[in-house]
């Protein structure tokens, strides 16, 4: 509950309305709305440290760090998207169908901190992978600030451990790098096919490690 009261007595601030795309200012700052949604969600300190850390570390490496460092550990196949916020609707969907087909359950959601440099109580969120966008979307300004707002890193990941998603929106050019185990290769390319136009603006983002080992 601590954690609970620190995010809502933090983001309920006004100052964060200003991405909001979802709800009306009217409706903005509704803590109880935002308080039930964290009870059902928000995955705490302690079960993230002894259950979930260790599976992040499994996918993820520099996690103090972000773009242009490598972010994922070797033996993971690598696609890029245009990032900005951490999910467009589309964007989620498309990853939710992924996830489906591999059978995970969850659906991992964690701020980057930067190693504790970061200023304010770092999101950590754990949802049913089967979770519809109008819920994702239910927790008023908690779910703004998770969805809605530009400039936060996040690591998205499940329990497979085949698969982990970095959104560098922070990053001079926005991108999410999608990694996964190159058995995986055929769902992850299938949901996130881009037009030859985009992916050529996309390469010219991308930081010289991932060019070496992206998937075209």
């Known amino acids: ?40 969600y928000h995955l705490p300190e ?9 599976v992040q570390n499994m996918i993820f490496k520099n996690q103090d760090k972000s773009l242009p460092e490598m972010m994922f550990n070797k033996g993971f196949s690598l696609l890029a998207i245009r990032g900005g916020v951490l ?14 087909q591999l059978g995970d ?6 701020q980057n901190d930067f190693g ?11 949802y ?16 703004t600030v998770i969805f809605e707002m530009f400039a936060n890193e996040y690591f998205v990941f499940s329990e497979s451990r085949k698969w982990g998603k970095y959104s ?3 990053y001079e050019q926005p991108l999410d790098i999608i990694g996964f185990k190159p058995d995986c290769e055929p769902v992850f390319k299938k ?26």
């Open 1 to 40: 509950m601590i954690e609970h009261n620190q995010l809502l007595n933090e983001y309920a601030s006004e100052a964060y309305s200003m991405y909001a795309r979802t709800i009306s200012e009217k409706e903005w700052g509704n803590k109880d709305a935002a308080l039930e949604y964290l009870k059902k």
């Open 46 to 54: 302690d079960e993230y440290l002894e259950k979930w850390k260790p």
């Open 87 to 100: 999910f467009e609707k589309e964007d989620f969907e498309n990853l939710q169908n992924c996830v489906r």
């Open 105 to 110: 359950e969850k659906l991992l959601i964690v």
């Open 116 to 126: 504790g440099r970061l200023d304010s109580t770092p999101l950590r969120m754990s």
């Open 128 to 143: 049913p992978s089967d979770i519809t966008w109008k819920e994702l979307m239910s927790g008023n300004f908690i779910s």
């Open 168 to 170: 560098a929106n922070d």
């Open 191 to 216: 949901s996130f096919e881009q037009p030859p136009e985009e992916w050529e603006e996309i390469k010219e983002w991308l930081p010289p490690k991932y060019k070496e080992i992206i998937v075209l």
